[in-house]
């Protein structure tokens, strides 16, 4: 008998074809195995994406031949072979063994088993930051599981997700499919921000700033003299922001941060 989770994402997942692709549990099975739609897993039942959806995620995260996807409940692998089919390097984790060798098989026949591979491991015990874009169609408990290492990967990573969100890190940008795709038919985009919330130098004054996810706000001096920074924006490594009537934007490189202002000034600010 499922657990009261499993109940309720089968509830979820068995209103139409969408995919909750998750860690999976084996099934006893044999050569002839075949993924039954519904089938119960570690963490949530399996449905097969919705490929339209899998190809507007794949549109949302800009994939590019020199990125390196990962699929975090790869289930039969069509995001990764998608991926692959459009030059980019793409891995699966998946924890049903049988369903990897079902992607392995179809990577195969597909012709690009060289650039989507597949591993029968534990997303949550898997090391996958080294990814430039991560796709996952989970249960919102278990985004927040996986959020923190997420957040700690390197700025500008994307992650795409289906139809789940994040709690209050609100997405940069979504997408709904509405031709062939009957529900679960959102995809929502993160893009992984820098850490800037603490103290820095700027130009000789100090700049305090504060951060929630991509948001942040802050100010460029001391006491009654400080200016309330505005229209701030951090997009991966990107930041932008006015002090006044001066516009700055730069990147942010760990502890330090440059760029230009709008009247064509060189500007760096350094952690204190």
Not at 14 to 29: F, K, N, V
Not at 141 to 168: A, C, E, I, Q, Y
Not at 262 to 271: D, I, L, P, V
């Amino acid at each position: 008998m499922l657990s009261f989770r499993k109940t309720v994402a089968a509830a979820v997942c068995t209103i139409a074809l969408g995919a909750c692709a998750s860690a999976q549990t084996p099934p006893a099975g044999g050569a002839a195995y075949e993924p039954t739609v519904g089938q119960s897993g570690k963490d949530v039942i399996w449905v097969p994406t919705n490929q339209h959806l899998v190809d507007s995620m794949l549109g949302l995260a800009k994939i590019k031949p020199e990125d390196y996807l990962v699929d975090l409940g790869s289930g039969d692998g069509r995001t990764v072979i998608t991926a692959a089919k459009r030059g980019t390097r793409a891995h699966g984790i998946e924890f049903n063994g049988d369903l990897v060798e079902v992607s392995k098989r179809a990577a195969q026949r597909e012709g690009v088993a060289e650039t989507a591979t597949f591993e029968q491991a534990d997303i949550f015990k898997t090391d996958f930051t080294k990814a430039s874009v991560v796709t996952l169609f989970l249960l919102s408990d278990l985004n927040l599981r996986l959020r923190p290492t997420l957040l700690d990967m390197k700025p500008g990573t994307r992650v795409v997700s289906n139809s789940f969100t994040m709690d209050d890190w609100e997405p940069d940008d979504s997408a709904r499919v509405s031709e062939g795709c009957n529900s679960f038919c959102n995809a929502f985009l993160w893009i992984v921000p820098a850490k800037v919330e603490g103290n820095w130098t700027l130009g000789g004054k100090p700049l305090a700033l504060e951060q929630k996810f991509q948001k942040f706000t802050g100010k460029l001096g001391q006491g009654d003299n400080a200016l309330a920074l505005s229209n701030t924006r951090l997009d991966g490594a990107n930041i932008e922001f006015s002090v006044g009537s001066e516009r700055y934007t730069g990147q942010v490189n760990g502890k330090t941060m440059a760029g230009t202002t709008s009247s064509g000034a060189a500007w760096q600010a350094a952690r204190m």
